[in-house]
Nanobody, 123 residues
Framework: QVQLVESGGGLVQAGGSLRLSCAAS????????MGWFRQAPGREREFAAT????????SYGDFVKGRFTISRDKAKNTVYLQMNSLNPEDTAVYYC????????????????WGQGTQVTVSS
C-alpha cells in the first residue's frame, strides 16, 4: 500500500498562497489517481482536486474557482496543490488520498489517506 505524507500547511493571511505537498512511498505511486480533500471543524470532508495517474486530467471542487492547481511529479513521487488567493473559508485540514479508479471526485471512492496538514487563513 502506498504511504502518503502531507506537508506545506501553515498560517497565512487572506490573499496569500501556500503549496501543499503529498509525498508517496512505493513503486506503484505513478499508477494511482490522486486527490486532495479538506475538512473544516464540524463539516464533512469535501473534494478539492484530483489528477489522474498520467497527469492528463484534472478536476476541481466548485469552491476552488480557479484558485488552486494540482500537479504531480512522478520522479519525486509527489503530488502538489498550489493554493492562491486564500480566504478564511479555506481554513481546514487538507488530506491527500489515492483511488484505484481511473477518475473520481467522490470522497468515498478514495481508500488510502494521509494524516493531513493544517491550513489556517487569517483575515
Amino acid at each position: 500500500q502506498v504511504q502518503l505524507v502531507e506537508s506545506g500547511g501553515g498560517l497565512v493571511q487572506a490573499g496569500g498562497s501556500l503549496r501543499l505537498s503529498c509525498a508517496a512511498s512505493g513503486r506503484t505511486f505513478s499508477s494511482y489517481t490522486m486527490g486532495w480533500f479538506r475538512q473544516a471543524p464540524g463539516r464533512e470532508r469535501e473534494f478539492a482536486a484530483t489528477i489522474t495517474w498520467n497527469g492528463n486530467t484534472t478536476s476541481y471542487g466548485d469552491f476552488v474557482k480557479g484558485r488552486f492547481t494540482i500537479s504531480r511529479d512522478k520522479a519525486k513521487n509527489t503530488v502538489y496543490l498550489q493554493m492562491n488567493s486564500l480566504n478564511p473559508e479555506d481554513t481546514a485540514v487538507y488530506y491527500c488520498a489515492t483511488t484505484r479508479r481511473l477518475f473520481s471526485t467522490r470522497t468515498n471512492e478514495y481508500d488510502n489517506w494521509g494524516q493531513g496538514t493544517q491550513v489556517t487563513v487569517s483575515s
